[in-house]
């Protein structure tokens, strides 16, 4: 048998990397057939082929870097996907969770090891320490169900940070304790430490992050960009004497909001990571499982069987106290034991120090039994800790299902997803422009709905119209791949039209769309007006909602949405619609929304808002009339959009003073980030329809509007 395994080891580096690519390629097909979660089997893959299983592979350099950065990945993405504003709401609950699921687990474990095991002070704290915290293990599955955002979820994913910092705190504390420096000087100094990291992590990765996002926009750049951030904050935080997950789950706090869930780089991020490197940790964990040691010292399965039942116990009793305590249900329980009861990395890195400090000459504080009872329980904690976050899982997603089900079912709400026609037509032509628009289309949709996107391109039918109908291709193509990175369909048409604005509203009806988002002409030479040559035509034919964008700066850097709304708005059709769009942009970019407006109109949007989008932070400051527009501008900063929502001609909402529109914005609001919108009207525009009651053509300023311009410049 060893001759055979012998035979079996690999050492070539290509075909290693073979080998761990047909694990993270099988494992998932297998563990499905036998209905487990697919991370276990990574886990007992490593197991397998491991130096302590058939010594297939070697735990050599690539497994030791490549999972660390799979750990460093598991706690960004967890930073990432964590609403903030939800924290901020319910900070008071992840402190006392945090707390619970720290000290709860540790006090019983430091009993259990001095009573039951015998083992000394500090060797028992240290045990202590470790089973105090916890790795997101689990998270993965949290992902594939879209749960990212449940308030189980984010209580277990800040707690684990408070505990495992703590822990971290705690384990600096005791290594203290073996050299010289264990009084209030090193507390001082560590704690000096720790606040320059964190002070100086908020206020300069935002900078630097929008610095670098406005001026470059090239996807492996932005990648890049944001790993070497990421494992930056990881290496500070090893040097002032905290563990790097501990930095990086701080910078992926910090990038929370520059990075939006649908954008093309957190897809990216998340591919790469669930791919290659979050499995390779998997792996590795289960490299270091002995299972032979069992056999061989029948003692350390009693040491594996306490310590895994007694910081498993502490940590669902943590978890049941807060969930009872909280009000959350028996699955939302589940959930926070299930994610918070994993151990791995960290108790691995807390082990590992402990192996380091010397209690007497040639007697260190951890032996070889205790680390292979920790070991071996990692692999006893992550088995339960999967299978448990499988289960909340499942009945979470089942027990939203219902509710959603049950809501809509019995609402008399006008605007559900199953009544959402939403179907996004994208006007471009303007290659700088064109990639905005897609980016703008993918964080306004609907992902429950996960309908395709349609991209345009209308080429006027003259003599060039074969060469600018390549160039439309080309730049169809490009946009083509945008939203396929992430993972979004869509449509594409390059459309001859002898009149711009009439192909635009063609294709609108044939491809059954809800509105039109387009941006603002860039050329003067193209044309002099504001709107550009065919817009009039096009709001004045089409009555529904279009959406005209101006973007003087990337998207993810904006910090506050201003919306100009004008009275009597809540009446028109479309009030639903521009609001959903506005709130999904808020809660993409979690990023404030400050509506200027009547008082009667803002008890729409309140109620609007706290129904359907409880997280968008909405802040309202009255406009009595609508000449105060231009006293606005003074309050739009480089890094505000400012939206305004109009009407058109004979609207409920239209008022005279929304003529000048176009020339306040020209005067008073060049250079700013700006969103127009025409909402949904009601009534149905009839294509080339004729009749001596309803003229063929509108001029943007009547007779009557010019005269009444010249009267009023004489006065």
């Known amino acids: 048998m060893t001759l055979l395994v012998s035979y079996l080891h690999v050492s070539d580096p290509t075909l290693i990397f073979f080998v761990v690519l047909l694990i993270v390629l099988f494992a998932p097909i297998i563990m499905s057939k036998l209905r487990i979660p697919h991370i276990i089997g990574m886990v007992l893959a490593g197991v397998l082929i491991g130096e302590k299983g058939l010594n297939i592979l070697?735990?050599?350099?690539?497994?030791?870097?490549?999972g660390r950065v799979g750990l460093f990945y598991i706690m960004f993405l967890a930073g990432l996907e964590m609403d903030l504003e939800s924290v901020k709401k319910n900070s008071r609950n992840f402190v006392v969770f945090g707390l619970l699921t720290c000290f709860v687990p540790l006090i019983l474990t430091y009993v259990m090891s001095i009573t039951v095991l015998g083992y000394s002070g500090k060797a028992s704290f240290l045990l202590g320490c470790i089973m105090a915290s916890n790795t997101l293990i689990a998270y993965p599955i949290v992902g594939r169900y879209g749960l990212q955002r449940n308030s189980s979820v984010m209580l277990s994913v800040g707690s684990s940070m408070i505990s495992l910092f703590l822990a971290l705190v705690m384990l600096a504390g005791l290594t203290a304790t073996f050299s010289n420096s264990s009084g209030w000087l090193f507390w001082l100094l560590f704690a000096v430490k720790l606040a320059v990291f964190i002070a100086g992590s908020v206020l300069f990765i935002?900078?630097?992050?929008?610095?670098?996002?406005?001026?470059?926009?090239?996807?492996?750049?932005?990648?890049?960009?944001?790993?070497?951030?990421?494992?930056?904050?990881?290496?500070?935080?090893?040097?002032?004497?905290?563990?790097?997950?501990?930095?990086?789950?701080?910078?992926?706090?910090?990038?929370?909001?520059?990075?939006p869930k649908v954008s093309p780089l957190m897809n990216r991020i998340e591919f790469i990571g669930n791919a290659l490197f979050i499995p390779y940790f998997l792996i590795g964990v289960g490299m270091l499982i002995n299972l032979r040691i069992i056999g061989e010292e029948p003692s350390t399965l009693w040491i594996v069987l306490l310590i895994a039942f007694f910081g498993t116990f502490g940590k669902a009793l943590a978890a049941y106290m807060s969930s009872l305590l909280f009000r959350l249900s028996k699955a939302?329980?589940?959930?926070?034991?299930?994610?918070?009861?994993?151990?791995?990395?960290?108790?691995?890195?807390?082990?590992?120090?402990?192996?380091?400090?010397?209690?007497?000459?040639?007697v260190m504080l951890v032996d070889d039994q205790m680390l292979n009872g920790v070991v071996i329980m990692i692999l006893v904690t992550c088995v339960a800790s999967t299978l448990m976050t499988q289960k909340a899982a499942v009945e979470l997603s089942l027990a939203n299902s219902y509710y959603h089900n049950i809501r809509s079912a019995t609402s008399s709400d006008t605007y559900s997803d199953q009544k959402d026609d939403e179907k996004i037509l994208i006007c471009v032509k303007y290659p700088e422009i064109a990639p905005k628009l897609v980016y703008l289309s993918l964080l306004m949709r609907n992902q429950k709905l996960n309908r395709e996107l349609v991209a345009l391109n209308v080429v006027y039918d003259d003599k060039d119209s074969n060469e600018a109908r390549q160039d439309g291709l080309r730049l169809l193509e490009e946009l083509q791949q945008q939203a396929s990175a992430s993972e979004v369909r869509m449509q594409t048409q390059v459309r001859l039209a002898s009149n711009i604005a009439n192909g635009i509203k063609h294709a609108f009806r044939e491809f059954a769309c809800s509105e039109v988002i387009m941006g603002m002409h860039v050329h003067k030479d193209v044309s002099q007006k504001f709107w550009g040559e065919f817009i009039q035509s096009l709001y004045n034919g089409l009555n529904r909602q279009i959406i005209l964008t101006r973007f003087e700066q990337p998207m993810s850097t904006l910090r506050l949405i201003q919306v100009a709304v004008p009275s009597r708005a809540e009446l028109e059709q479309g009030f639903?619609?521009?609001?959903?769009?506005?709130?999904?942009?808020?809660?993409?970019?979690?990023?404030?929304?400050?509506?200027?407006?009547?008082?009667?109109?803002?008890?729409?949007?309140?109620?609007?808002?706290?129904?359907?989008?409880?997280?968008?932070r909405g802040e309202y400051k009255k406009m009595g009339h609508w000449n105060e527009l231009?006293?606005?501008?003074?309050?739009?900063?480089?890094?505000?959009?400012?939206?305004?929502?109009?009407?058109?001609?004979?609207?409920?909402?239209?008022?005279?003073?929304?003529?000048?529109?176009?020339?306040?914005?020209?005067?008073?609001?060049?250079?700013?980030?700006?969103?127009?919108?025409?909402?949904?009207?009601y009534g149905e525009q009839k294509e080339d329809s004729m009749s001596f009651t309803e003229a063929q053509h509108r001029e943007e300023n009547s007779i009557y509007d010019m005269l009444s311009h010249w009267i009023h410049r004489k006065r």
């Open 332 to 362: 939302e329980g589940h959930m926070m034991f299930g994610l918070t009861s994993a151990h791995a990395a960290g108790a691995i890195a807390m082990v590992m120090v402990g192996m380091r400090l010397e209690v007497e000459p040639g």
């Open 58 to 66: 070697a735990r050599d350099e690539s497994f030791e870097l490549f």
């Open 206 to 259: 935002p900078r630097l992050t929008r610095y670098f996002l406005r001026r470059y926009s090239d996807a492996v750049m932005q990648y890049i960009f944001v790993m070497a951030v990421m494992f930056l904050s990881a290496a500070l935080s090893s040097l002032i004497g905290l563990e790097g997950i501990f930095g990086a789950f701080l910078s992926g706090l910090i990038l929370n909001r520059y990075i």
């Open 630 to 681: 231009p006293t606005l501008a003074a309050g739009i900063m480089t890094d505000h959009l400012f939206v305004v929502v109009t009407a058109r001609k004979g609207t409920i909402s239209y008022k005279t003073a929304l003529d000048r529109l176009p020339d306040e914005l020209t005067k008073y609001f060049s250079g700013t980030n700006l969103m127009i919108i025409f909402p949904d009207q």
């Open 576 to 616: 639903h619609r521009w609001l959903e769009r506005l709130c999904r942009f808020a809660e993409q970019l979690d990023c404030r929304i400050l509506f200027h407006g009547r008082d009667e109109t803002f008890i729409f949007i309140k109620e609007f808002i706290e129904k359907k989008h409880p997280s968008v």
